[in-house]
């Protein structure tokens, strides 16, 4: 056959290639060598078919596909726009063909709808619809349907994650890394996957105050302090307004603010620091580091902080060595008997302790009290700011707590001028009157100027935000109160004001918590568990010889324990939608 030019026909066909009559070709389509278009078959406009395609009859292409080399697509086989296959795609149209049966009028039809993708080599067995924008991977056999935008890969083909239109796979929270186009709903097997709720929306509180940020920090750039720089004398003079305390010093993270409270305290080898084994692993962390040793002390079953009880117990079961008081493991060694020193009380879920209790309990045993407040900068006890509430506070700009930065920071509190000297001191390699001098042992623990216009950015609507989180753990309990009553919901003690750093719930027992924290996942809201190990049952502090059950209460406790979204951007609709999910899977 002769070549047919776009001038003749709108389309290309090249002499190596066949149209049966009734075929019915678009403008502007390309059809190359040795390939065969069948009678009464339409292909669309601006398509291009590779060499040795074999297509029809009875077949429609929408308009823009690409077809590549020795792809075969056959009667009952719909291509809607843009749709790729890629080389050697088959399309079966009989599901169970014999060579002596004659099954043509069995046929069952496929669809491919628009956007999709067909990798090389696939297999697309008859009767199957491949979704939107679904991509297919190469080599897959594709046996039942591919929902929109499914990723599918091998044989059988099984889902494997989501596909953007422009063809990147999608985050986990359906967003494209990308273009960062957002897939608010997707289809699978007849079920919805909703996009995944934010644990903590830092994007819609950046959204808000950008403007400030951006003017903060390039302030920053123009003056180009980058350490200790203005806006970092400017911070600790608002923190300590906010606190309500003589001194505040920043530094590179709550890990080295709890440290440097412990140097300025002069813990060390031989002494014994008395702090809760339900809490993430830097506040033991921090006590190793200065070659103390943690003493864990049981905790609250109602606050889930130290319980003070449990506290004098421990204290006097160490100094007097003796286990029947409280169940400890032998610290003595061969040495030495652990002098008691320090407490490191946690405020835990943004819950300020029992301050009273535990001052009581520190003054009559001669002992530093030091709060970390890493989650409850915002909260109050008894009319007293959090991070005010110990000889030393410490708290954590890491960027998900109530007061976050872009990176790592952290700040230490105290009224004390011996101590703030201590830790100024302390935070930059122990340093004298000036650069080279150096009095102590220290640390390089200064906290980056960039960061510091970041939180005064973020102070200016701390105060606020505070407010909103507090509406929203009270939305939280009204709703699930009166309709989950197996469910023990965070309440708080008299006199105090959490910054509802976590909205943390326990359910009945560790199976109730697997069925709701799954459940929840299938509907695209996040949860987490904290913690699930307790510190004393870390392998980090296996050498320190405690046994399982030896801290009941807080190893009961973390079998049951699970956070869901706790945010100031949460909007009603949001809370009912998690309250509700709850609600139906606690239920069982």
């Known amino acids: 056959m002769s070549e047919q030019s776009d001038a003749s026909t709108g389309y290309y066909l090249h002499p190596t290639s066949i149209v049966d009559p009734g075929g019915d070709i678009g403008e502007g389509t ?168 934010p644990f903590v929306d830092l994007f819609a509180q950046q959204q808000r105050i950008l403007p400030q940020i951006k003017e903060n920090m390039e302030k920053v750039l123009k003056h180009g302090r980058y350490i200790m720089g203005p806006e970092i004398d400017t911070l600790e003079k608002r923190l300590c307004d906010l606190v309500g305390v003589k001194y505040t010093i920043s530094c590179s993270s709550g890990t080295d603010a709890l440290v440097m409270a412990l140097m300025a305290g002069g813990i060390g080898p031989g002494d014994a620091v008395f702090t809760t084994p339900f809490t993430f692993f830097a506040t033991a962390e921090a006590i190793s580091m200065v070659g103390a040793t943690p003493v864990f002390v049981d905790i609250d079953p109602e606050t889930f902080n130290i319980s003070p009880r449990n506290l004098a117990d421990a204290i006097r079961a160490v100094r007097e060595d003796n286990n029947a008081i409280y169940p400890l493991p032998d610290y003595r060694g061969k040495d030495a008997p652990l002098s008691p020193k320090a407490v490191i009380a946690v405020d835990l879920f943004g819950l300020p302790c029992d301050y009273d209790a535990l001052s009581t309990i520190a003054d009559d045993n001669g002992l530093l009290l030091i709060e970390d407040a890493a989650q409850s900068l915002g909260g109050a006890y008894k009319g007293k700011q959090a991070g005010a509430l110990g000889d030393m506070g410490c708290t954590s700009f890491f960027p998900a707590k109530p007061l976050g930065c872009y990176g790592d920071g952290g700040a230490v509190f105290t009224d004390s001028d011996t101590l703030a000297a201590k830790l100024r001191s302390i935070r930059v390699h122990g340093m004298g009157g000036h650069k080279y001098d150096n009095e102590r042992i220290g640390l390089n623990a200064r906290l980056d100027t960039l960061q510091a216009a970041v939180l005064l950015a973020k102070l200016d609507i701390f105060d606020e935000e505070n407010q909103l989180r507090r509406q929203r753990a009270r939305t939280y309990f009204d709703l699930l109160n009166p309709a989950c009553p197996s469910l023990f919901l965070p309440s708080i003690p008299k006199g105090c004001v959490s910054a509802w750093a976590q909205y943390s719930i326990l359910a009945q027992n560790t199976d109730m918590r697997t069925r709701i924290i799954d459940g929840l996942d299938k509907k695209g809201i996040p949860t987490m568990i904290y913690y699930q190990k307790p510190l004393h049952l870390q392998e980090a502090y296996g050498g320190l010889g405690y046994e399982k059950v030896s801290m009941p209460v807080a190893e009961k406790i973390s079998s049951k324990i699970f956070s869901i979204p706790m945010h100031p951007y949460l909007d009603e609709e949001t809370i009912k939608k998690v309250s509700r999910a709850i609600m139906d899977y606690a239920q069982g």
């Open 30 to 197: 390309r059809i190359w060598h040795f390939s065969h278009i069948l009678g009464n078959t339409v292909i669309g406009k601006n398509c291009n078919l590779g060499q040795n395609v074999v297509v029809g009859p009875d077949v429609e292409i929408g308009n823009g596909c690409r077809i590549q080399n020795n792809v075969s697509v056959y009667k009952g086989v719909t291509l809607e726009n843009n749709v790729f296959c890629g080389p050697s795609v088959v399309f079966t149209n009989v599901f169970n063909p014999r060579s002596h049966i004659r099954r043509m009028d069995d046929i069952r039809p496929t669809r491919v709808k628009e956007g999709a993708s067909i990798g090389a080599n696939s297999t697309i067995v008859c009767g199957v619809t491949i979704g939107k924008y679904a991509f297919v991977g190469a080599g897959a056999v594709v046996t039942k349907d591919v929902p929109d935008h499914a990723l599918v890969v091998g044989n059988p083909a099984k889902q494997t994650g989501w596909v953007c239109e422009c063809g990147e796979k999608l985050n986990h929270d359906v967003t494209c890394p990308v273009c960062k186009k957002e897939y608010p709903s997707l289809c699978i097997e007849g079920k919805t996957l909703v996009k995944k709720l």
